[in-house]
C-alpha cells in the first residue's frame, strides 16, 4: 500500500512537471509571437504583404494558444486548480478570439471600416497582452 501512495506521489510530481514546463512554453510563445514575429513583419516586409502573412499567421497561433492552455489545464487539474481555471479562461477566450473576433477584424478590414478596426484590434492586442500576464502570473504561482 505504501508503494501505492509513492508512485501517486510520483505521478503528481510529473503532471507538476509538466504543468510548469507547458506554462513557460506557452508564455515563451506567446511573447515572441506578439513582440517579435509580428514586429519582425512589419518591419521588414511591405505592408500589404505583411498584412497578408500575419492573417495567415493568427489561426494556428490562437491554436497553439488553445491547446498548450488546455494541456497546462489537464496536466495542472489534480494538483493546482487555481492554475488549471486560469488556463481553462485563457483557452476559452482565446476561442473566442479566433472563431469572432479574428474574423471581425478581417472584415473590418476588407470593408475599410478604419474606425471599426482599430476598435477591434485594439481589443485583440490588449486581450493577448491580459493573457501573456495572466500567463505569468501563473507561472509565478507555480513557481511559489
Not at 107 to 117: C, I, N, P, V, Y
Amino acid at each position: 500500500m505504501l508503494w501505492l501512495l509513492k508512485e501517486y506521489k510520483m505521478s503528481d510530481v510529473y503532471l507538476q512537471t509538466a504543468s510548469l514546463l507547458l506554462t513557460a512554453f506557452l508564455f515563451g510563445g506567446m511573447s515572441f509571437f506578439s513582440a517579435g514575429f509580428a514586429a519582425f513583419l512589419f518591419k521588414y516586409l511591405p505592408p500589404q504583404e505583411a498584412r497578408r502573412l500575419i492573417r495567415k499567421a493568427f489561426p494556428p497561433f490562437y491554436l497553439f494558444v488553445m491547446v498548450t492552455s488546455g494541456l497546462v489545464m489537464v496536466t495542472s487539474w489534480s494538483t493546482d486548480t487555481f492554475s488549471a481555471a486560469w488556463m481553462t479562461f485563457i483557452a476559452l477566450t482565446t476561442l473566442g478570439a479566433r472563431q469572432m473576433l479574428m474574423p471581425a477584424i478581417n472584415r473590418a478590414t476588407d470593408s475599410g471600416q478604419t474606425k471599426r478596426f482599430k476598435w477591434l484590434h485594439g481589443f485583440s492586442v490588449l486581450l493577448t497582452l491580459g493573457h501573456i500576464v495572466l500567463v505569468a502570473v501563473i507561472l509565478v504561482h507555480m513557481a511559489d
